[in-house]
């Protein structure tokens, strides 16, 4: 039996799905809380920071793990416990992130400019939030943006590494056009982001992905509308909690 059929396949609405169903999207989307996972029909180049993945590398599963602070306590190997965690469900290679957000909570955007269409995949929390260039202590909340992006068309190794750079442009604008802490300045972004770019093994490969091409478009025009949408429903749960709280006392 292979890992994914562990799984129960689901869509984006909770339906079930068969396997790698053929479908407009560049992957098949599994929602089987605590594990949220985007599979491509054939390997695909990446970039990133993942925890057992960084840098470059070829791929097919990338999954989303939900944890919590008791999953983690301080004697605990973040990569041992997501070897664990991803052997358990028959995915041992497949590239990981790890969440303290509801894995339901996920956001799609989809943008296409020319004949590049891009795909964005992402889980936003914003409770360790950070400003660029400083640091907040001490950091009492968990709250991560977890990020995956895949663009149609394959791309050189310069046009990924400058991909990653127009996701993380994306992903501070929504975030700045969105929230504002209570406590504090306005966020750019948390202290445990991970972003993950992925594009095509196959073919030409594209030189460029600037703001001015139709791949840095697309790619920041997904980003961007998925990062806005899951900020946004951060910051109704955070007025309902305060709500919720303020009625108790």
């Known amino acids: 039996?292979?890992?994914?059929?562990?799984?129960?396949?689901?869509?984006?609405?909770?339906?079930?799905?068969?396997?790698?169903?053929?479908?407009?999207?560049?992957?098949?989307?599994?929602?089987?809380?605590?594990?949220?996972?985007?599979?491509?029909?054939?390997?695909?180049?990446?970039?990133?920071?993942s925890l057992l993945h960084p840098g470059f590398a070829t791929i097919r599963d990338v999954v989303w793990i939900e944890v919590r602070d008791c999953d983690l306590p301080l004697d605990v190997d973040p990569a041992a416990l997501l070897r664990s965690k991803l052997s358990e469900i028959g995915l041992p290679e497949a590239l990981a992130f790890m969440t303290a957000r509801d894995v339901r909570r996920h956001h799609l955007g989809r943008h296409r400019a020319e004949d590049v269409g891009a795909e964005?995949?992402?889980?936003v929390g914003l409770g360790n939030g950070e400003r660029i260039g400083s640091r907040r202590f001490p950091r009492v909340s968990v709250g991560t943006i977890n990020t995956l992006v895949h663009v149609s068309c394959p791309l050189a190794d310069g046009a990924l590494v400058e991909a990653v750079s127009i996701v993380a442009?994306?992903?501070?604008?929504?975030?700045?056009?969105?929230?504002?802490?209570?406590?504090?300045?306005?966020?750019?972004?948390?202290?445990?982001?991970?972003?993950?770019?992925?594009a095509p093994c196959e073919g030409e490969p594209s030189r460029w992905a600037g703001l001015h091409t139709a791949v840095g478009e697309s790619i920041g025009a997904s980003v961007y509308g998925a990062t806005l949408e899951g900020v946004e429903a951060?910051?109704?749960?955070?007025?309902?909690?305060?709500?919720?709280?303020?009625?108790?006392c």
């Not at 951060?234 to 108790?248: D, G, H, K, L, N």
């Open 1 to 49: 039996m292979s890992g994914a059929s562990r799984l129960t396949m689901r869509s984006a609405e909770g339906l079930a799905v068969p396997p790698l169903a053929a479908a407009a999207a560049p992957f098949s989307l599994v929602c089987a809380p605590p594990i949220l996972m985007a599979r491509f029909s054939a390997p695909q180049r990446t970039i990133g920071w």
């Open 120 to 123: 964005c995949l992402t889980t």
């Open 169 to 198: 442009e994306a992903r501070t604008t929504a975030i700045l056009e969105t929230w504002r802490p209570d406590d504090g300045p306005a966020i750019t972004g948390t202290g445990t982001d991970c972003i993950v770019v992925a």
């Open 234 to 248: 951060w910051r109704v749960e955070i007025a309902q909690t305060s709500r919720s709280r303020s009625a108790v």
